[in-house]
């Protein structure tokens, strides 16, 4: 890794003040098989050609892919981590990582999922030592049988006992141009479970295909989805009431 790529990451993330040290030592050998790996083949010209440029060192290209994706390292790691601060640190990390591990790169996933894929490794371990997130296996809400949206919608007969609100006088736009609105949607999403609230960021928020989010997290499809439909009917309910109370 250049000296140069270094700096780069210390400046577009914490800043000069409080740049990390940087481990550089690579074998001959690795450094030699990881340059004979094939291009991505599931990367189109334009990103397969980024990655290259990543590999020879061209800081042009890293301050590319850092203009490009920061901002979404950035806000999946603030799904796992306390604060700014340390959603910073962890996308710096992700950062370093990165380009160590690049000629490691297969191209299975796009570039932007890759990166993802370390964040979300790096914040969750951050969260766990920080008690911020807690794994499925400590008392996360399981994927089995319960229902997706609260029985007591539902009188006797399967029939709407309170039907969901309206949102037609509540599009998207207007609920984003409250500030009242925009910060009771975060709260939404903050209060679900981390595993619900993981496949809403990366599915809703970033845009990630399922089949990324699927090998990410490991779980099925079927399971993703289950996630995801409880995951918005738990924000339409919160975003419901809040509406209801203005």
């Known amino acids: 890794m250049s000296q140069v790529m270094v700096g780069t990451v210390d400046r577009w993330t914490l800043g000069a003040e409080a740049a990390y040290s940087v481990p550089r030592a690579r074998t001959a050998g690795r450094r030699?098989?990881?340059r004979q790996a094939a291009a991505p083949a599931g990367a189109g010209a334009e990103e397969r050609g980024l990655v290259e440029r990543l590999r020879a060192g061209d800081e042009a290209a890293f301050n590319l892919v850092v203009d490009r994706y920061h901002g979404t390292l950035v806000r999946v790691a603030m799904h796992y981590v306390a604060d700014l601060s340390v959603a910073e640190e962890v996308a710096q990390d992700t950062w370093?990582?990165?380009?160590?591990?690049?000629?490691?790169?297969?191209?299975?996933?796009?570039?932007?999922?890759?990166?993802?894929g370390i964040v979300v490794h790096k914040a969750k371990d951050r969260g766990v030592r920080e008690k911020r997130y807690v794994p499925l296996s400590s008392g996360d809400e399981a994927d089995g049988d319960e229902p997706a949206m609260a029985p007591s919608r539902f009188d006797a007969s399967g029939a709407w006992a309170e039907p969901p609100r309206g949102w037609d006088d509540m599009t998207p736009e207007r609920l984003l141009s409250s500030k009242e609105q925009v910060a009771a949607l975060q709260r939404a999403i903050e209060a679900l479970p981390a595993n619900l609230r993981e496949v809403l960021a990366l599915r809703e928020l970033e845009e990630m295909d399922a089949k990324d989010i699927c090998a990410l997290l490991k779980i099925s499809e079927s399971n993703l989805y289950v996630r995801l439909h409880r995951a918005r009917e738990r924000v339409r309910e919160t975003m419901e009431a809040s509406i209801g109370r203005d």
């Open 32 to 34: 030699q098989a990881s």
């Open 96 to 116: 370093l990582a990165a380009l160590e591990g690049i000629e490691r790169f297969e191209g299975r996933s796009a570039l932007k999922s890759w990166l993802v």
